[in-house]
Each structure stands twice: as structure tokens, then as C-alpha cells.
């Protein structure tokens, strides 16, 4: 008998450029900048709430709250309760989160190196329109 390892598994396939591709899910839960700064601050470690927000300056507490539970439902972060008085609550990524870590830090990175070039060609472009 054929082992799994040893047998061709059929699996679709996915194109994001195809509208009815269903990784455009992903793809929209990741293009929002609070999902990218979130997944950043986790990467050193698990953080508290209040922690996520004094590293994630300018989030409000209703978007930080949206933005944790849409990332746990998507399996990139955990949320971690432990009775206390008060109750503790601390979010850290998955192994899913830390395999997209790279690219939301790479992408944060790309910006703060090139946010003055940027800038200047948003103001040439602004000139000249």
C-alpha cells in the first residue's frame, strides 16, 4: 500500500489575481495596518493588552480589540487567560504568526527607510497635478 508521503495528494490550486480565489480573505484581513503593527509588536513575546497598545501607539481600544479577534480567528495569534485578580489576558503569536512576522517586520522596515523618498514623490506628484 502506498504511503501519503509516496502519493501524489491533490490540492487546489490558488491564484489571489482570480476574484473568486478565496486566499483574498487573506489577503484583506492582512492589508489592514493595524493587523501588520500588532503582528510586530508579538514578536518578541507574548504582550497583555495594555502592552500591545502602549507598543501600538494610535489604536483605538475598540480597533485593538477587533484587530486581536480577527487575528485569533485566523490562527495567527493565541489569547491566553489566567485567573488572577484581575483576570490576565496575554496574546502571542503562532507558529502561522511568527511565519508571516517576517514580512509584516520586512514591510515595516521598507517603510521607515523609505518614507522620505516617498514623501518627495508624493510632492512632485501633487505639483505637477
Known amino acids: 500500500m502506498e504511503s501519503v ?14 476574484a473568486g480565489c478565496p486566499t483574498r480573505e487573506v489577503l484583506d484581513a492582512l492589508s489592514d495596518k493595524w493587523v501588520g503593527l500588532v503582528i510586530v509588536s508579538l514578536g518578541d513575546g507574548p504582550l497583555r493588552y495594555s502592552g500591545i ?45 511568527h511565519e508571516l512576522l517576517p514580512v509584516l517586520a520586512a514591510v515595516k522596515a521598507f517603510s521607515e527607510a523609505n518614507i522620505d523618498r516617498i514623501r ?8 505637477a497635478a
Open 53 to 97: 497598545a502602549r507598543t501600538v501607539e494610535g489604536v483605538s481600544q475598540k480597533m485593538l480589540s477587533q484587530t486581536l479577534r480577527g487575528l485569533e480567528r485566523n490562527g495567527m495569534v493565541t489569547r491566553t487567560v489566567t485567573p488572577s485578580v484581575p483576570v490576565r489576558v496575554d496574546y502571542e503569536l503562532t507558529d502561522l504568526g
Open 5 to 18: 508521503s509516496e502519493s501524489v495528494i491533490e490540492r487546489p490550486l490558488y491564484n489571489a489575481l482570480l
Open 120 to 127: 518627495d514623490s508624493r510632492a512632485r506628484y501633487d505639483a
